[in-house]
């Protein structure tokens, strides 16, 4: 083995080191004890979801699962991009036991995007310590760890760093090997399939390429890196092409209201956690006095991302870099600094004039939460960091002054921070918590200093070592988890009830209320129950990726239980709703709920006793106050009418042969002369194909989001099927895709050896 090699091996060997280090200092919960990542999102939503996606696997005719009958009386599956089914981390499920499979989706993406940060860094130039630096501040930063419990973020932001690192090598060296290894990181960016995030990457794509000044590459080089994005976008098709099918019928279509896009903007004066990681309090409690940055909130009362912070080198280098100049001839600072300045501008949202203008956007329009944004400032000021790492080692006199004049300018950042954050409450806060984090705050920069003006040896090392211990402590606090047992078990009143209840639809009375406010868990809010096989009815829209009639069909019976209680029951029974969770707060303060079981409940598909033609869902709620109990029996046609149906219709019985997810096949005998209308209790849905008897009959929605077709006369038998061409044929595509950049990557380029 050469020098040279060996040199290589030992860097490889030292990262490998250092990234696993760091890893068992974060996780060290959920790798040894037994315990489970439950922070927000995962435990009322991700757990439930990847449940079913084990059930679907299981169940479902086909693969990859199209129909999704546990969530919402039914919703696509696959075209979903949330669910990214074709991601690797996702088919983790079907390769492994659930719990380490779920692990690994939370553990394997920073210690990946870690290691992406340093190629990405000794691409660029920078020392192989710079880069280990690099590659910590941005895996196991704040940032990151803060998206462990926001997965479509995370399974889009990980791959960022070798998207940009091939995006460099394919403008320098046009090989077919580099544009190969961009689409396949591209696409795999895209699998994740969070809008937001694939915004900001292109976006610091662009930086990257505007920094490289090392050769001359004219507009011809930027055509292969366009090149490889192209054929990621192609890899990334089985996500995004059904996405924005699945798009133009959920509430996103049209661009979300102010109200709902301008949810957890970031506050400008969150900005000072760069240098201060507690300026909002301790979020692992947000519901204690730990949490005082509720103020800054307003209504939601709670950030998206947890944390944004670093280390407190990255500032301090950030500082010192630009007050020396712009670091060198082969390193252009100003697109990483605008980057990061429009990421401030989107993140800020409306606490900023611009916003208006900026909702105007396509892209923008359609998401909620600004702060999502934030990753487009923090990478490029970790790239300058690592930069600014590698002239610590030869500047001189003025670059300790700079970084002198950086410590105190992160001093009154803080300061400031802390009073734009806290105001009157800095004063009566739990001064213990606020206590901590200015001492680890002060002692880090003290030890930062001594490091900093020594000249006798390589100081770097020690400022890299620092951040990663640092970083550790900040970011275990970031990784909530608990014991596997205590999530998996069941409400004390619902536990009884599972086996049964997984047979007919859920119904939450909380569902769109939002009240009272109980704690997820503890009553079963959905969709946690789905974890359990329940499948679940007239839900919140959780993630806004729901059918758009889904949502109005929420809302409207949410109106008719909160207006007229009795004519709950014969809507919900004309739905199948099996039973309803009623959760109260009892006299003594506690929360308190229980099942409540319809006395009648319709099955799965049922011939209607009655047929009306309902419009809109205003008139449907109109229509089913003036049917009062007979709505139970009721199939309300929304639009127009088939221009032959019988009403009154044809009575009978349909009996249910067989039923999959997206697949229905019934046995259906329509009495008397009249045809008859089959209600079936499945969302509408493009997707879906029926035949009578063999012959295609068209279906029609009914009662705002339901199904409904018309039977001939007679015994027939009646099949639903529920068809995704686009889905298959973009995972036909994603696959040659794929297939194609790997034989690319393998491919021997013109004057090197294969």
């Known amino acids: 083995m050469t020098p040279r090699a060996r040199a290589r091996s030992r860097a490889v060997l030292g990262a490998a080191s250092l990234f696993f280090a760091a890893t068992v200092a974060v996780f060290w919960r959920a790798l040894f004890f037994g315990e489970t990542f439950t922070d927000r999102d995962l435990s009322v939503f991700w757990r439930p979801a990847r449940a079913v996606l084990v059930r679907l696997l299981a169940e479902a005719p086909s693969f990859p699962p199209l129909w999704n009958p546990y969530f919402a009386e039914g919703q696509p599956f696959s075209a979903n991009p949330h669910h990214a089914v074709l991601h690797p ?49 941005w895996g196991f930063g704040g940032l990151l760890l803060s998206t ?71 507009t011809r080089g930027a055509l292969f890196p366009l090149a490889g994005l192209a054929l990621g976008v192609l890899c990334g098709g089985a996500s995004l092409f059904p996405g924005l099918l699945h798009a133009r019928d959920t509430l996103r279509a049209s661009g979300l209201p102010d109200s709902q896009a301008s949810v957890a903007a970031f506050p400008p004066g969150r900005i000072s956690e760069i240098v201060f990681p507690y300026i909002l309090g301790h979020v692992e409690a947000p519901d204690s006095p730990a949490f005082w940055g ?57 606490a900023l004039p611009l916003w208006p203008l900026l909702r105007a956007l396509p892209v923008v329009s359609g998401i909620r939460y600004p702060e999502k944004f934030v990753a487009l400032s923090v990478f490029p000021l970790v790239v300058l960091a690592a930069h600014g790492l590698d002239l610590a080692r030869v500047r001189g006199r003025a670059w300790r002054a700079a970084l002198g004049i950086s410590f105190t300018l992160a001093g009154l950042a803080a300061l ?13 806060g739990p001064a213990s918590f606020l206590r901590e984090g200015l001492l680890e705050s002060a002692v880090t920069g003290l030890l930062l ?56 639809p859920l119904y939450h009375l909380s569902a769109i209320s939002r009240k009272p406010a109980l704690p997820p868990m503890e009553i079963a809010a959905t969709p946690v129950p789905a974890q ?92 089913t106050r003036t049917l009062g109990g007979a709505a139970a029996g009721t199939v309300c046609l929304m639009g127009e009418a088939p221009p032959r149906l019988a009403r009154p219709p044809g009575r009978g019985t349909a009996t249910i042969l067989k039923s999959r997810p997206g697949l229905l096949e019934m046995a259906v005998n329509v009495e008397g002369s009249a045809s008859g209308v089959l209600a079936v209790n499945q969302t509408w849905d493009r997707g879906w194909r029926a035949e009578a008897g063999g012959v295609a009959v068209p279906i029609l929605r009914a009662d705002i989001s339901l199904m409904a077709l018309e039977v001939p006369p007679g015994r027939h038998s009646v099949s639903l099927v529920y068809e995704a061409p686009a889905v298959l044929w973009s995972w036909l595509g994603s696959a040659a895709a794929f297939l194609l950049s790997g034989l690319l990557l393998f491919a021997r380029e013109k004057g090197r050896p294969g």
């Open 449 to 504: 200093t001594a490091v900093l003006v020594q000249r006798r040896f390589d100081r770097r090392p020690l400022i890299l070592g620092l951040t990663v211990l640092e970083l550790a402590i900040h970011g275990n606090r970031l990784v909530g988890t608990r014991p596997e047992s205590e999530v998996w078990r069941a409400p004390a009143f619902l536990a009884p009830a599972i086996e049964e209840l997984r047979e007919k």
């Open 148 to 218: 462990t419990n926001l997965i479509p973020i995370l399974f889009t932001l990980s791959p960022l760093p070798f998207t940009l690192a091939f995006a460099i090598r394919a403008s320098r060296r046009r090989g077919a090997r580099n544009i190969a290894g961009l689409a396949l990181s591209f696409g795999m960016q895209c699998l994740g399939g969070e809008a937001a995030s694939l915004a900001l990457s292109t976006l610091l794509v662009l930086a990257a390429l505007l920094s490289e000044t090392k050769r001359e590459q004219g």
């Open 89 to 137: 981390l996702t088919l983790l499920f079907a390769l492994l036991p659930f719990e380490w499979a779920f692990r690994l989706q939370i553990l394997l993406p920073p210690v990946l995007t870690a290691a992406g940060m340093y190629v990405f860094l000794r691409t660029l130039g920078r020392s192989h310590v710079a880069s280990l630096f690099g590659g910590a501040a």
């Open 294 to 350: 509720s103020r800054v909130y307003g209504s939601e009362g709670f950030p998206l991302i947890f944390g944004i912070y670093a280390g407190l080198a990255v500032p301090v280098l950030v500082g010192a870099l630009l007050w020396t100049g712009r670091g060198n001839r082969c390193f252009r600072v100003w697109p990483w600094l605008a980057a990061s300045a429009a990421g401030w501008i989107l993140a800020m949202g409306p």
């Open 532 to 623: 359990w096989g329940i499948p679940l009815a007239l839900e919140e829209d959780f993630d806004l990726t729901q059918l758009r009639w889904s949502t109005e069909a929420s809302i409207a019976v949410w109106k008719i239980a909160s207006g007229s209680p009795r004519l709950l029951a014969p809507v919900l029974a004309r739905r199948g709703i099996g039973a309803v969770i009623a959760p109260r707060t009892g006299s003594d303060g506690q929360v308190v709920a229980g099942i409540v079981k319809p006395s009648v409940s319709r099955p799965l598909a049922f011939l209607a006793e009655r047929v009306e033609l309902t419009p809109d869902a205003r008139t449907w709620s109109e229509l």
């Open 416 to 428: 400031g921070g802390i009073v734009m954050a806290l105001g009157p409450l800095a004063l009566t």
